[in-house]
C-alpha cells in the first residue's frame, strides 16, 4: 500500500492531501475546482484499492508462484486454513472479538464519559452514593451472559479438537531431537528392519533455491495425503519441542518419555509450513516443519518408493 501515495495525479504530479476540514479531503488548488477533484480524489482511491489487489495477482500469476501456506511479511491475522480445526480457530476469534470490540468500545466510553462530567472543575461537589441495587445486578449479569456467549463455542470447539478419531487410515509419529524432526510411518512396518523412518532437516540459506522459503524448506518433507483422517503420535527424543503448523490448526507439545496424540483432516491439497515452538536450544529457530498434502495416489506411490 505505501507505493500507492507516490503515483501520479491527473497533471502527472504527484497528488497531494491535505485535511482542511474534519471528515472532508481535498486536493491542494483553487477553490472552485475542488468539488470536481473531491470526486477525483475518491475515485484515485477506489484505483489504488483495486490495483493493490491486481498487483498481487500479477505478480502470483507472471511469476507462477504457488500459493503455500506460509507467514507473508507484514501478515496481519491467520494463515488459511487448511483443517476443519483451524477453520474453527479462526471462526471462534472473529466471534470473541466482536464482543472484545463492544466490550471495549463501551468501557472507553464510560471512562471519557466520567473524565468529563466527574472532574473538580465541572463538578466540585462530589455525590455521596455508595451503592445502588439495580446498577449492580446488571452489572453483574450482564457480563455473565457475556461470558456465557464465549464459552460455549470455546467449549465446543476445545472438546472437537480434542476428539481423537476412531479409525485414522494413517499414523504418523514425529520425533524432536536438537535440532530436527524424525517421521516414521509406523502402518508399514512388517519387521523390525522395514520401516519408514526419515529425518527432516531445514536447508541452509545458502543451499536454497528459487522459490524455496528461508528458514521454513526441508529436505524431507512429510507427505499425506489430502482429505484422509490421520492420527499424529508426537514424541521427543531429548529435549522438550513443540510441533506447530499455524494452517493446521496443530500445536502439539513434544516430550520426551511420553506420547502426545492429536488427529488432522488436510482439506486441500498444497504444502503447510511450520516451525518448532518451543524453546528448545540454539537451533529452535532451525527446526522447520514442512507437511505436503497430496492425493491419495501421490501418497499411495510416495510411499512404497519409499519403502523400496
Ligand atoms: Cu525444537 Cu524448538
Given at each position: 500500500?505505501?507505493?500507492?501515495?507516490?503515483?501520479?495525479?491527473?497533471?502527472?504530479?504527484?497528488?497531494?492531501?491535505?485535511?482542511?476540514?474534519?471528515?472532508?479531503?481535498?486536493?491542494?488548488?483553487?477553490?472552485?475546482?475542488?468539488?470536481?477533484?473531491?470526486?477525483?480524489?475518491?475515485?484515485e482511491?477506489?484505483?489504488?484499492?483495486?490495483?493493490?489487489?491486481?498487483?498481487?495477482?500479477?505478480?502470483?500469476?507472471?511469476?507462477?508462484?504457488?500459493?503455500?501456506?506460509?507467514?507473508?511479511?507484514?501478515?496481519?491475522?491467520?494463515?488459511d486454513?487448511?483443517?476443519?480445526?483451524?477453520?474453527?480457530?479462526?471462526?471462534?476469534?472473529?466471534?470473541?472479538?466482536?464482543?472484545?470490540?463492544?466490550?471495549?468500545?463501551?468501557?472507553l466510553?464510560?471512562?471519557?464519559?466520567?473524565?468529563?462530567?466527574?472532574?473538580?472543575?465541572?463538578?466540585?461537589?462530589?455525590?455521596?452514593?455508595?451503592?445502588?441495587?439495580?446498577?449492580?445486578?446488571?452489572?453483574?449479569?450482564?457480563?455473565?451472559?457475556?461470558?456465557?456467549?464465549?464459552?460455549?463455542?470455546?467449549?465446543?470447539?476445545?472438546?472437537?479438537?480434542?476428539?481423537?478419531v476412531?479409525?485414522?487410515?494413517?499414523?504418523?509419529?514425529?520425533?524432536?531431537?536438537?535440532?530436527?524432526?524424525?517421521?516414521?510411518?509406523?502402518?508399514?512396518?512388517?519387521?523390525?528392519?522395514?520401516s519408514?523412518?526419515?529425518?527432516?532437516?531445514?536447508?541452509?540459506?545458502?543451499?536454497?533455491?528459487?522459490?524455496?522459503?528461508?528458514?521454513?524448506?526441508?529436505?524431507?518433507?512429510?507427505?499425506?495425503?489430502?482429505?484422509?483422517?490421520?492420527?499424529?503420535?508426537?514424541?521427543?527424543?531429548?529435549?522438550?519441542?513443540?510441533?506447530?503448523?499455524?494452517?493446521?490448526?496443530?500445536?502439539?507439545?513434544?516430550?520426551?518419555?511420553?506420547?502426545?496424540?492429536?488427529?488432522?483432516?488436510?482439506q486441500?491439497?498444497?504444502?503447510?509450513y511450520?516451525?518448532?515452538?518451543?524453546?528448545?536450544?540454539?537451533?529452535?529457530?532451525?527446526?522447520?516443519?514442512?507437511?505436503?498434502?497430496?492425493?491419495?495416489?501421490?501418497?499411495?506411490?510416495?510411499?512404497?518408493?519409499?519403502?523400496?
Amino acid at each position: 500500500m505505501q507505493f500507492g501515495l507516490l503515483l501520479p495525479g491527473g497533471d502527472g504530479r504527484p497528488i497531494k492531501i491535505y485535511k482542511e476540514k474534519a471528515g472532508s479531503l481535498l486536493i491542494s488548488g483553487a477553490k472552485g475546482r475542488r468539488e470536481r477533484q473531491k470526486k477525483k480524489v475518491i475515485l484515485e482511491f477506489f484505483w489504488l484499492f483495486f490495483s493493490c489487489y491486481k498487483v498481487e495477482y500479477l505478480v502470483e500469476k507472471v511469476f507462477t508462484i504457488a500459493s503455500c501456506d506460509a507467514a507473508e511479511p507484514w501478515q496481519l491475522g491467520f494463515q488459511d486454513a487448511a483443517t476443519p480445526v483451524m477453520q474453527g480457530i479462526i471462526d471462534l476469534h472473529h466471534d470473541i472479538f466482536f464482543f472484545l470490540i463492544l466490550i471495549l468500545v463501551f468501557v472507553l466510553w464510560m471512562l471519557v464519559r466520567a473524565l468529563w462530567h466527574f472532574n473538580h472543575g465541572r463538578n466540585p461537589i462530589p455525590q455521596r452514593i455508595v451503592h445502588g441495587t439495580t446498577i449492580e445486578i446488571i452489572w453483574t449479569i450482564f457480563p455473565s451472559i457475556i461470558l456465557m456467549f464465549i464459552a460455549i463455542p470455546s467449549f465446543a470447539l476445545l472438546y472437537s479438537m480434542d476428539e481423537v478419531v476412531v479409525n485414522p487410515a494413517i499414523t504418523i509419529k514425529a520425533i524432536g531431537h536438537q535440532w530436527y524432526w524424525t517421521y516414521e510411518y509406523s502402518d508399514y512396518n512388517s519387521s523390525d528392519e522395514q520401516s519408514l523412518t526419515f529425518d527432516s532437516y531445514m536447508i541452509p540459506e545458502d543451499d536454497l533455491e528459487v522459490g524455496q522459503l528461508r528458514l521454513l524448506e526441508v529436505d524431507n518433507r512429510v507427505v499425506v495425503p489430502a482429505k484422509t483422517h490421520l492420527r499424529l503420535i508426537i514424541a521427543s527424543a531429548d529435549v522438550l519441542h513443540s510441533w506447530a503448523v499455524p494452517s493446521l490448526g496443530v500445536k502439539c507439545d513434544a516430550v520426551p518419555g511420553r506420547l502426545n496424540q492429536t488427529s488432522i483432516l488436510v482439506q486441500r491439497e498444497g504444502v503447510c509450513y511450520g516451525q518448532c515452538s518451543e524453546i528448545c536450544g540454539t537451533n529452535h529457530a532451525f527446526m522447520p516443519i514442512a507437511v505436503e498434502a497430496v492425493s491419495f495416489e501421490d501418497y499411495a506411490s510416495w510411499a512404497s518408493n519409499r519403502l523400496s
